[in-house]
């Protein structure tokens, strides 16, 4: 090398080193704020979704499912999450009757329901949308069907029941997928 490019590696290399260590190998994650907690995008769902205060009762029928390890995996998972007022809509002896053990693969039919394999976030949904000439039609992990629609900048989910549910937080990234929090619980 050079004198003249000795010089000018030793001043990148001192320039490199005044920048603190933080600055440089680190940056602050984008997070979401979802029931009161930040979503961070390094941690999964289930370590997501179990700050959630608006997320109880799905994260207690997760638990009851027994899907916790599945959505703690690597996936990636799009999950569309009820919130605990979602679940309220539904009779209460109805979830309640979910919750009992006995009902458990019923509960994980209805929950798996709300799991769509792959990472979709909102733009991804929104082309399928368009190239649907206003409807989607995506296979759950359960194996039925969700039809997603556009009114607006809003993202709907439609189930085989005709139950419609409104996307109110959408892409909130995980390391092992995207959730997107929506206001009624679907139905199989």
């Known amino acids: 090398m050079k004198m003249n490019q000795l010089k000018l590696l030793g ?5 490199l080193a005044s920048f603190p260590a933080a600055h440089t190998y680190a940056q602050k994650e984008k997070t979401v704020m979802v029931g009161g ?5 390094s941690k999964n769902i289930v370590e997501n979704a179990v700050n959630s205060k608006d997320h109880t009762t799905l994260v207690a029928a997760v638990k009851a499912a027994g899907l916790v390890e599945t959505l703690s ?15 309220n809509k539904l009779p209460k002896a109805a979830v309640d009757k979910l919750m009992m053990p006995e009902s ?3 509960l994980a039919n209805v929950l798996t329901y709300h799991v769509i394999a792959g990472k ?20 759950t992990v359960q194996g039925e069907n969700l039809t997603f629609m556009q009114k607006g900048n809003e993202l709907w989910l439609m189930d085989s029941k005709g139950n419609k549910a409104l996307v109110t937080i959408k ?14 619980v679907l139905m199989p």
């Open 11 to 15: 001043v990148i290399v001192m320039a």
């Open 37 to 41: 907690a930040a979503m961070y995008p």
């Open 73 to 87: 995996g690597p996936g990636p998972f799009t999950v569309f999450a009820p919130t605990n007022a979602a679940f």
């Open 104 to 106: 458990k693969a019923m």
């Open 120 to 139: 979709l976030d909102s733009k991804d949904l929104m082309m399928k949308i368009k190239a649907g000439k206003g409807k989607a039609v995506i296979k």
């Open 171 to 184: 892409d909130v990234y995980q390391s092992n997928g995207v959730i997107h929090v929506i206001n009624t």
